[in-house]
């Protein structure tokens, strides 16, 4: 009887979420770009997953409706809609052990309605799954924060293994055991052993087709760490280091396959919160959450600055989180002005809120209306299957 509170507002949230990805889902674009095509074909049949195994869990539930002779754009693109539902989610459980639920609610529809993830959850393309970096994320808090330990172990097995498989992410799943080595420990010794055996043999288990590929072709590997097949000189990798923040805060390079123009990918509101959150970690810089990211925005970017085939998408989760932290600051502080005032609070997280649904808003209009509809987007979507 108590839970249908939290239980209508999760089913809501889920619901708008799924609406918000699925929108026109098969005919928005109408057809394909040659990215999204060479995805189709690399998850054609059971040779090409056992030679390139990378991106294996959105290749998979790609094969399995190519199997079943599904090859309806909205069959196809709901792989990656599938990976974008995962990931919000999971920022909502990071965001809800870190900060306030109404913080978590409002940083996921920023994330959620951003034309940068739109794109990316709403493409044949895997490169949705770069942003399953806030799985490691979850997987700690639900490790540090849970009683339970049946459930968080079997979920971290799972997307452990998952995570596996995406390029680069590889440091990420090392650096996150060195940091949650004791929680992990803990974990383990007050699991029972049989279940703990299952879990080893379940994480081999999953992950024998990316090292049976790796000991093939150990070309393989250097893909799966992120690194460059060629190093660029140095001048270009300089430049990918500035396209980073131009590309987030001034003015994204021209990519009509992604995004439109050269609009920078964060809208002001989310500009001034990123700036704010920043201000807001530095005083929190002795906290495990203020390290984890900055290590991860460090690590993130040098991946991306060697150009090796991780985009600005992995940044998101840290970039968002960031901004939820923005927003929080400043709850905090109108708080602290008005410390009994309801009238004044409540105008002031009011105004809040507004922000967040006109951004949102904007997000999206940006997506549906102004990245859809301009005819370098048209003319790069098509393809046909």
Not at 86 to 91: A, D, R
Not at 207 to 228: E, S
Not at 328 to 347: C, E, V
């Amino acid at each position: 009887m108590t839970m249908w509170q939290p239980l209508l507002m999760y089913s809501v949230m889920i619901a708008l979420l799924i609406a918000l990805f699925s929108y026109k889902l098969g005919t928005m674009p109408m057809h394909i770009s040659n990215d999204e095509l060479h995805a189709v074909e690399a998850a054609g049949d059971w040779h090409h997953l056992l030679a390139n195994p990378l991106y294996a869990p959105h290749k998979v539930i790609l094969f399995a409706f190519r199997v079943a002779s599904v090859d309806r754009l909205v069959a196809l693109r709901s792989a990656s809609v599938f990976w974008a539902l995962l990931i919000v989610l999971l920022f909502f459980s990071t965001l809800r052990h870190w900060f306030s639920k109404r913080i978590a609610v409002m940083g996921s529809l920023l994330l959620a309605s951003s034309s940068w993830f739109l794109w990316a959850a709403r493409s044949l393309t895997p490169e949705i799954m770069q942003a399953s970096l806030i799985a490691l994320l979850a997987l700690g808090g639900w490790l540090r924060y849970s009683r339970a330990r049946v459930g968080p172990l079997l979920a971290g097995v799972l997307l452990t293994a998952a995570v596996c498989y995406i390029p680069g992410m590889i440091w990420f799943v090392l650096l996150a055991v060195i940091w949650q080595r004791r929680a992990i420990k803990s974990s383990l010794e007050e699991t029972p052993g049989l279940l703990t055996a299952f879990a080893v043999f379940l994480y081999v288990l999953l992950i024998a087709p990316l090292l049976y590929a790796i000991v093939r072709n150990p070309h393989l590997l250097q893909n799966l760490l992120g690194l460059p097949t060629q190093w660029s000189a140095w001048q270009q990798i300089v430049r990918n280091a500035l396209n980073i923040p131009l590309a987030l805060f001034m003015r994204a390079p021209l990519n009509p396959a992604h995004w439109v123009g050269q609009l920078p990918l964060l809208d002001l509101f989310s500009i001034v919160m990123f700036v704010l959150g920043l201000y807001n970690f530095f005083f929190l810089r002795k906290l495990d959450r203020a390290k984890i990211l900055i290590g991860l925005l460090v690590l993130v970017s040098a991946l991306i600055t060697l150009g090796g085939g991780i985009t600005l998408i992995m940044l998101l989760p840290a970039i968002y989180i960031i901004v939820a932290c923005g927003i929080d600051f400043l709850l905090q502080q109108w708080f602290k002005i008005f410390p009994r005032n309801p009238l004044a609070r409540g105008m002031g997280l009011t105004l809040i809120v507004l922000s967040v649904l006109i951004a949102g808003s904007y997000q999206t209009a940006r997506y549906y209306k102004a990245w859809l509809g301009a005819p370098t987007t048209k003319a790069i979507y098509s393809q046909t299957l």
